[in-house]
């Protein structure tokens, strides 16, 4: 394996290469950081009946949802929320649209009055019952008020319109201190945690 990873690290042309191990294997990130990736930050994983979660679903009074949003408060939600995704900052109405055609695609945007506060963005795996929440944002003027929990609740519910899924994910990296706190008052379960390696591409001479 080292051989390999080692071969392979010699060929970046230059360009940052990522690699992601489970957290408790170890030869692999041993491996991994024998020619020279440097862990970046770890992601847990965590899971939960989307059944345990959908009860708790209620729109508060005063807010509504909607299963798009214009892509401008789409970017608007994404820059206030300080996401790592930067590339949808990029994207254009078009990609927008089709991303979101996609059938194991869902959103769901809570509006209120007139502005979106948050809103959750899940992917089905209908082959393994399961939903996950691939983004979750609640502007930071917002926060606080319990949203993130009427987010994933909303979610759940959502993705029980789907009788083949059983189960919701949810992730969270090593800093979202209070994603972690939340995602355990809500009865999520840890399941597993990824390390992000990256190997920094070296410019030829």
């Known amino acids: 394996m080292g051989a390999l990873l080692a071969r392979a690290a010699q060929h970046t042309d230059g360009q940052p ?3 992601f191990s489970a957290r408790d294997n170890l030869p692999v990130r041993a491996a991994l950081e024998e020619v020279g990736f440097a862990p970046l930050h770890s992601t847990a994983f965590y899971s939960a009946p989307l059944d345990r979660v959908a009860r708790h679903a209620r729109v508060p009074d ?15 939600l994404y820059r206030a929320a300080e996401d790592a995704w930067a590339g949808r900052l990029d994207w254009t109405p078009e990609q927008y649209a089709a991303h979101f055609a996609d059938d194991t695609v869902a959103l769901v945007a809570l ?16 082959d393994d019952a399961r939903a996950d929440v691939t983004y979750l944002a609640v502007h930071p003027a917002e926060r606080g008020q319990g949203l993130g929990r009427v987010l994933l609740a909303l979610a ?10 059983r189960t919701l994910r949810v992730r969270a990296h090593d800093h979202l201190h209070s994603a972690r706190a939340l ?16 190997l920094e591409g070296e410019e030829e001479a």
Do not use: K, N
Not at 62 to 76: F, H, I, S
Not at 158 to 164: F, G, K, L, M, V
Not at 183 to 198: D, E, K, N, P, Q
């Open 111 to 126: 509006w209120h009055g007139d502005h979106p506060v948050g809103f959750t963005e899940l992917e089905f795996s209908p």
């Open 17 to 19: 290469v990522y690699a």
């Open 62 to 76: 005063g807010y509504r949802t909607t299963d798009r949003l214009p892509v401008a408060e789409y970017r608007a």
């Open 156 to 165: 759940a519910a959502e993705a029980q319109t789907r009788p083949e899924l």
């Open 183 to 198: 995602y355990a008052r809500m009865g999520f379960t840890h399941c597993r945690s990824i390390v992000t390696y990256l």
